[in-house]
């Protein structure tokens, strides 16, 4: 499976960016795909998860109502709306996706359920 991003850039605090990542190769063994951010000297964290098959999603709380996370199956697509954009959010910003079931949707929360990664898009907020 291979996952590439794009849309990252710099903006002011309080405008918006979409984010996409385009998901390749065995695509029918993805269950879960997600979008993580790690800014310098932080540890990656979970932005917003979703599994491929359903509606079920999960967002971090500092992004909680600011940030969409969705996908289309047909194109083999996952997006990320950010809205309201704050300095804090800035970040390089990874998507992942999973080939493996949880017993536990709290796993979908740990970027280390997941097994590919992208190259990441920078995301610079100016306050």
């Keep these: 499976v291979q996952l590439v991003e794009s849309g990252g850039g710099s903006v002011q605090a309080g405008r ?11 695509t029918f063994s993805v269950t879960a795909v997600g979008w ?3 800014a310098p000297g932080k540890e990656r964290e979970v932005v917003a ?7 079920w999603t999960y967002y971090a709380d ?10 289309d199956v047909a194109k083999n697509t996952m997006y990320l709306q950010l809205n309201n ?3 804090e ?3 390089m910003y990874y998507c992942g996706a999973t080939p493996h ?4 949707d709290i796993a979908y ?15 610079v907020v100016s306050a």
């Design 16 to 26: 918006s960016l979409a984010l996409s990542c385009v998901v390749s190769g065995r």
């Design 36 to 38: 993580f951010r790690q």
């Design 49 to 55: 998860t979703m599994r491929w098959g359903d509606d």
């Design 62 to 71: 500092s992004v909680k109502g600011r940030f969409t996370i969705s996908r």
């Design 85 to 87: 954009l704050e300095p």
């Design 89 to 91: 959010d800035t970040a």
């Design 101 to 104: 079931y949880y017993s536990t």
């Design 109 to 123: 929360t740990n970027p280390a359920s997941f097994e590919y990664w992208g190259q990441g898009t920078q995301v």
